[in-house]
């Protein structure tokens, strides 16, 4: 059998091809209704095929948000099956929205759920939460390496709550003295450094959730110094609805602009679904003309 393309290696083939922007797939009810669909598992199955076909060879990744196919029970997940399914086939790369955390052995079962080759619901990478360490979730990222698949851990959201916590200072650890969203940071980084060829990758398959609305350098981030090899991939929420601007991605993100996916659901969807394509075409473009 041959060895899985590196979920890194797939990302900048993505970026080179399409550029950086992700459309989100968030069915909110008021966006079906928005839509014409039902709030039913047919109207998200509807909604998700639209979009996926909307974004085909006009961007590169799709990311479905779980929470608005679980509303919808196991009828739900059938839905997000196909409709990952079709994306993939499409030649999307897919995240899935999930953010799963948990003991490493419960973790792992998430892992495989959602990035095991041939699993119902394989997704190319999917977001993770280390709230109980980053070592419960390195099963999942040895998992993931080992498929060619990706996965991004939850640093700074770009949620307000959020800073509390994730600015908080650890006390113990080799990372003392980081603040939460720091450490997750840069244990993600050195995983990625510690892949065997990790010398020749130029992202690596490892990433970080970091937020366009949230402030980085209050969060312990760096994003000065010269940036990581292999370069860390970052999913970008917060930009569009939330209120983040593209205008400012160098800013916000600095050395780590290079590994940014700009993700975007409620700006682009709110265009309806004879609206879809052109919204999706003409973010791409505005993505692209930043330039990173
Ligand atoms: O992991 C995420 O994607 C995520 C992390 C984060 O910090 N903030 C955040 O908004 N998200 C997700 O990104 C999407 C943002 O949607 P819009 O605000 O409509 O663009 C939602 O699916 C959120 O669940």
């Keep these: 059998m041959s060895e899985p393309v590196p979920f890194g290696d797939r990302l900048e083939a993505?970026?080179?091809?399409?550029?950086?922007?992700?459309?989100?797939?968030?069915?909110?009810a008021s966006l079906l209704a928005e839509w014409g669909q039902p709030d039913s598992a047919e109207g998200v199955r509807e909604f998700g095929l639209r979009a996926v076909e909307a974004a085909a060879d006009r961007v590169g990744i799709v990311k479905p948000q779980v929470a608005f196919f679980e509303r919808h029970?196991?009828?739900g997940y059938a839905a997000l099956e196909r409709i990952m399914g079709e994306a993939r086939d499409a030649g999307l790369l897919v995240i899935a929205d999930v953010k799963r955390g948990d003991i490493g052995s419960s973790v792992e079962a998430y892992g495989d759920a959602w990035l095991r080759p041939g699993s119902s619901l394989e997704?190319?990478?999917?977001?993770?939460?280390?709230?109980?360490?980053l070592g419960s979730i390195e099963?999942?990222?040895?998992?993931?390496?080992e498929a060619g698949k990706g996965v991004f851990?939850?640093?700074a959201t770009s949620n307000p709550e959020a800073s509390a916590i994730q600015r908080a200072v650890l006390q113990q650890s080799s990372r003392a003295g980081s603040t939460v969203a720091g450490a997750i940071t840069s244990g993600v980084v050195a995983w990625n450094q510690g892949r065997?060829?990790?010398?020749?990758?130029?992202?690596?398959s490892a990433g970080v959730v970091l937020g366009a609305t949230t402030d980085l350098a209050l969060a312990g981030i760096d994003t000065n110094s010269e940036p990581p090899r292999p370069g860390l991939?970052?999913?970008?929420?917060?930009?569009g609805h939330q209120g983040g601007e593209l205008s400012d991605l160098r800013l916000i993100y600095g050395s780590l602009a290079a590994g940014v996916i700009v993700s975007e659901s409620r700006s682009i969807l709110a265009a309806g679904p004879d609206g879809i394509a052109d919204a999706i075409a003409r973010?791409?473009?505005?993505v692209g003309a930043v330039g990173v």
């Design 153 to 155: 851990v939850l640093a």
């Design 139 to 145: 099963q999942v990222m040895v998992a993931a390496e």
């Design 283 to 286: 973010r791409a473009d505005q």
């Design 123 to 133: 997704a190319d990478a999917m977001t993770i939460s280390a709230y109980q360490g």
């Design 233 to 239: 991939p970052v999913l970008a929420p917060g930009f």
């Design 14 to 28: 993505v970026f080179a091809a399409y550029g950086r922007l992700c459309v989100g797939i968030d069915p909110h």
């Design 196 to 204: 065997a060829d990790a010398s020749t990758r130029a992202l690596g």
């Design 73 to 75: 029970g196991a009828a």
